[in-house]
C-alpha cells in the first residue's frame, strides 16, 4: 500500500472547471462594474420648470402662480435646493426628493401672472 500524493488526488471533475469558470466570470464582471461606476462621471440633472399661467389667481391682493418643476434627468434627486426667480423676485424652494420624470408644483406669489420663470440649482444630491 503506497500513500503518495499523486494517488489521492484526483483532477478536477467537469463540474468543478465549470464552477470555476463561472465564479471567475461573475467576479470579473463585478470588478468591471464597480470600477466603470467609480470613475464615470454622473450626468448633469435636468429640470423642466413651467409657469401654468393658466391656473393664475389673485388672493389678498397677491397674484399666485403655479410652477410645476419636473426632473427630466436620469437619476432621482434628493435635497435639492434651488431659487425660482419670476422678474425681480426670488424665491428658494427645497425639494427633499423628486424622482426620474416625476413632477412637484410650487405656488408663488409674483407681480403678474404673465411672468416669466426661470431657476438657479444651488446644490442638490443624485442617487
Known sequence: ?????????SSPTLLGWI?????????????????????SIADPITLGVEAKSSEARTQNGQTLLPVEITNEGNSTIRDMELTLIAGEAE??????????????????DVASASTAISYQIESYESQ
Open 1 to 9: 500500500m503506497s500513500n503518495s500524493k499523486s494517488e489521492n488526488q
Open 91 to 108: 424665491r428658494p424652494v427645497t425639494i427633499k426628493m423628486l424622482g426620474e420624470a416625476e413632477s412637484i408644483t410650487y405656488t408663488i
Open 19 to 39: 464552477i470555476r469558470i463561472a465564479s471567475f466570470a461573475i467576479l470579473a464582471g463585478l470588478t468591471v462594474y464597480l470600477l466603470f461606476r467609480a470613475i
